[in-house]
């Protein structure tokens, strides 16, 4: 196991080293979906050992790499599944603030197949890593570098990746209109700071129409206002309002961050988007590493 070296101090910029958690933590809450309660445990890794998960509650091929090859379902959440069938969902909240603090080495275990989703945004994960502390390791960090632009298009959305030399995002979402909700947009150069202050709180985000009939569904059992900003009829249900003006965008990019992670290594370079989701997310990356001379992998 290579030698743990400093706790990491600086956040306003990724050393050039590899990092894994100072100790093991552990947090408990309830499957958005299931509405069971699972235990998350999150351990230190040695370098060059990636993101591994593992569900604590099977005993044979439990565990997941981390990959946007393993992403086989986008539909409600960013779900990964192993060879054997094995699959945890609604992990792109914990990626977004692994990737916020640039967590290149860790063990995840669950016991479930979902992910707990606490308050239905990354605070509470982000919060977890504070506890757990970031420790440099003695190997170099490796990074996506963008190098030329790369897009997808459809008739109410798009995305596109291009060079640049910090990790920003410029991201629009109008909702097509429905039930009279106003466009969102926001724009933001990623730190672990900047994360913590304007993304990291950022809700999950759903209509209440849309949440009846997946309940009628037997679906998203766990889901209710103490987990997402809920709308009805173009106004916002929870008490306590909104935690950001545009919460629901921070949140995109929240997502995005969260699933581009999968890859293990942060990407430099600008997402720029409109209506975006998980399943574009896992396209634009696809159509990113699988283009000749699209991005590079750098030592930093
Ligand atoms: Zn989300």
């Known amino acids: 196991m290579t030698v743990l070296t400093a706790l990491l101090t600086k956040r306003s910029s990724y050393p050039p080293f590899q990092t894994t958690i100072g100790k093991s933590v ?5 499957g958005v979906h299931s509405g069971l309660t699972v235990e998350l445990e999150l351990h230190p890794l040695a370098a060059n050992m990636g993101i591994i998960f593992e569900r604590s509650d099977l005993k ?15 539909r409600f959440s960013t779900t990964l599944g192993n060879s054997f069938g094995v699959t945890l969902s609604t992990v792109e909240h914990l990626m ?4 916020a603090f640039g967590i290149s080495n860790i063990l995840v275990r669950v016991s479930g197949s979902e992910m707990p989703i606490m308050d239905g945004s990354a605070g509470p994960f982000m919060d977890l890593l504070q506890k757990a502390g970031i420790v440099v390791q003695e190997e170099k960090r490796q990074i ?5 632009n790369v897009e997808l298009k459809e008739e109410r959305r798009w995305v596109c990746l291009e060079p640049a030399d910090k990790i920003c995002f410029d991201l629009s979402v109008d909702f097509q209109g429905r039930e009279g909700l106003k466009p969102e947009s926001g724009s933001y150069s990623i730190s672990a700071d900047v994360f ?30 103490d987990n997402a900003v809920v709308i009805k009829e173009g106004k916002v249900m929870n008490k306590e309002g909104l935690r950001y003006q545009n919460e629901m965008v921070r949140h995109k990019i929240l997502d995005a961050m969260g699933d581009f992670y999968l890859t293990g290594l942060l990407l430099y370079g600008k997402c720029s988007g409109h209506n975006i989701g998980h399943e574009f997310n896992n396209r634009i990356m696809k159509k990113l590493l699988g283009t000749p001379g699209a991005a590079e992998i750098v030592t930093l």
């Open 196 to 225: 913590e202050k304007d993304i990291s709180k950022a809700r999950s985000f759903g209509f209440y129409q849309d949440a009846q009939a997946l309940y009628a569904a037997g679906l998203a059992k766990g889901s209710s206002l």
């Open 26 to 30: 552990t947090i408990s809450g309830i």
């Open 96 to 99: 977004a603030a692994l990737s």
């Open 60 to 74: 044979d091929n439990a565990q997941i790499m981390a990959g946007i090859n393993r992403v086989v379902d986008t």
């Open 144 to 148: 996506i570098k963008i190098k030329k």
